[in-house]
């Protein structure tokens, strides 16, 4: 079975949303043991790869949903919030659960708590106060994440790791279809000019004066390589894998933030596990919001033979910077001191979690697409892709280089 009705569901949730409703509603009927008599899908700008919503039962329950969608997968089964609970993960657990792709579903009783994507996007536009009680709470969960890793931390052969879910948010978007979907063969649209994909992937890069060492080609060789699974052992955790702020609810009652939909969750790489936490909650506004963060980017670029120059004065805010201190401060920092304490550390773990984190920005959502995204946000993707993935030839560096050498690694 494959997925591609989710896929024309999650599709239509921002463009047809009765339609939508209208074929989730036969969905959950035809193979799920509900009785629903409506169905209310709520697209939201986090929304990039899922869709969530309620759904209402002739019996009169609200229940809350939520399915990951992932097209032309490699993963046949998807989720695991038991093992996330045993290991001590505070998570919301479902009621009922179906793991098989093509009907990969979590179903909730209904709760009213915000994400921590919502509160945060509330901060930053001023509609509500509390950044340092936000800040406190996450360094309280990372500091609790923290200990997770440690209790749980233990060698993985290659083999089992490859069998991980996680993957398919990095490695198998990079080999399998969304590359070739999303780039291969292309025309990107970026500001006053247009560059077929390949020639711009041949292309050295030069942004806010700082040379990377690599082009886009050439961050792909490496990611294929660095993040296949079956090249090594690793060390390992169990982790949520996708713990993105839209999958963290705040609940204000006893100041804690919960996980919540652990699509990808099991045992794997922790550098893998923190990629999208860094990656998202700091550096992807743009991708939730291209138009509107358009809008006041200022962004320039200039071609020649072989190399794109690019000035932009795109900043992620101080909260999420914030986040970003306090995953590097309580959790990456103490994690890398007590592999190599044990001799575990692996001697190329930060070129796996800029390969991985270079996939973020790249292949989480098509930056050819012009429907979607302006051409100075496609412009500012591709850069903060290098940005993650590559390395200043210069001493001048990135948010994230200067951010990773400030860690204590004797």
């Known amino acids: ?76 089964e998807y989720y695991n919030s038991t093992i996330m609970a045993e290991a001590g ?18 179903v909730y009783e209904f709760f009213e708590f915000p994400s921590l994507f919502e509160v945060t996007r509330q901060l930053e536009l001023g509609q509500r106060g509390g950044t340092e009680q936000i800040l406190a709470l996450q360094t309280q969960a990372d500091q609790a994440l923290w200990q997770i890793y440690q209790q749980t931390l233990k060698p993985l052969a290659a083999q089992d790791h490859a069998q991980a879910p996680i993957h398919q948010l990095f490695i198998h978007r990079l080999i399998g279809g969304r590359y070739h979907e999303f780039y291969a063969g292309q025309t990107v649209h970026l500001p006053g000019q247009t560059l077929s994909f390949e020639q711009l992937a041949s292309l050295t890069w030069e942004i806010n004066g700082i040379l990377y060492q690599d082009t886009l080609a050439d961050l792909m060789q490496t990611a294929s390589y660095q993040l296949n699974p079956a090249r090594q052992d690793t060390p390992s955790v169990v982790g949520h894998g996708d713990a993105h702020n839209g999958n963290v609810f705040v609940d204000e009652g006893t100041n804690t933030l919960i996980y919540f939909d652990p699509a990808f969750a099991g045992r794997h790489s922790p550098f893998l596990d923190l990629t999208k936490p860094i990656f998202h909650n700091v550096f992807a506004i743009w991708l939730y919001f291209p138009q509107e963060i358009a809008q006041t980017l200022s962004i320039q670029m200039q071609v020649s033979t072989d190399r794109i120059q690019v000035d932009h004065d795109f900043q992620p805010s101080a909260i999420r910077l914030g986040f970003l201190q306090s995953k590097l401060e309580h959790v990456l920092q103490p994690l890398i001191t007590h592999l190599k304490a044990k001799q575990q550390l692996p001697a190329t773990w930060r070129q796996e979690l800029k390969s991985a984190l270079f996939c973020c920005p790249f292949l989480t959502m098509n930056l050819c697409d012009i429907q979607r995204f302006p051409p100075e946000i496609t412009l500012l993707g591709l850069s903060l892709a290098i940005e993650m993935g590559s390395s200043s030839t210069t001493q001048h560096q990135s948010i994230l280089d200067a951010a990773l050498d400030q860690l204590d690694l004797e």
């Open 89 to 106: 993960y505070p998570i919301i657990q479902p009621i009922f659960s179906s793991t098989e792709w093509g009907k990969q579903l979590l």
């Open 1 to 76: 079975m494959s997925d591609q009705l989710l896929y024309q569901i999650q599709t239509l949730q921002f463009s047809d949303p009765t339609a939508a409703n209208a074929l989730l509603q036969d969905f959950v009927n035809a193979h799920f043991p509900f009785n629903v008599k409506q169905v209310e899908v709520r697209p939201s700008a986090v929304s990039l790869n899922s869709i969530n919503g309620f759904l209402y039962t002739v019996e009169g329950d609200k229940l809350f949903f939520k399915t990951h969608v992932e097209p032309q997968s490699l993963i046949h």
